[in-house]
């Protein structure tokens, strides 16, 4: 990607799309709020509501690791990506969580967040960004 390519990714809001679209981060919606630092002061400040979703969510990452073939102890490329995987998950979770006003991640935050997860997995990102950039 060029320069240009990363600019119009920008200029979409994609980022703040999911942070408070969530799996509707690719509607024609042209209002996109802002996230403010007290946004981030209560994302910081999240907690899971228990140990049911806590478990929840280790689960998943243990299953996405398990779909790589285990490939995760020789490849630092691997775990570096599954870290930053999994830290994306953890921060969706939150935003949802914040997004509903809520200070706790709960069951439904995990399972929305997968659901996010694997809808932006299939998504043709530059179509995408030509439908967003014809709304703005």
């Known amino acids: 990607m060029g ?3 990363v600019k119009r990714i920008y200029d979409t809001k994609i980022y703040e799309r999911l942070i408070f679209f969530l799996d509707n981060f690719d509607t024609n919606s042209p209002e996109v709020m802002t996230p403010t630092a007290e946004y981030f ?3 910081k400040k999240v907690q899971w509501a228990d140990k049911e979703t806590q478990k929840l969510f280790k689960l998943t990452d243990e299953i ?3 779909g790589t073939g285990g490939r995760h102890a020789s490849n630092l490329k691997l775990i570096d990506f599954q870290v930053r995987e999994s830290m994306f ?3 969706l979770a939150g935003c949802n969580a914040i997004n509903n006003k809520r200070d ?3 069951l439904e935050d995990i399972v929305k967040t997968h659901k996010t997860y694997f809808k932006l997995l299939k998504t043709n990102l530059p179509a995408l960004v030509d439908n ?3 709304i703005q």
């Open 3 to 5: 320069h240009n390519d």
């Open 41 to 43: 002061q209560k994302l």
């Open 64 to 66: 996405r690791l398990y």
């Open 89 to 91: 998950l953890l921060s």
């Open 104 to 106: 706790k991640i709960t």
């Open 132 to 134: 967003l950039s014809d």
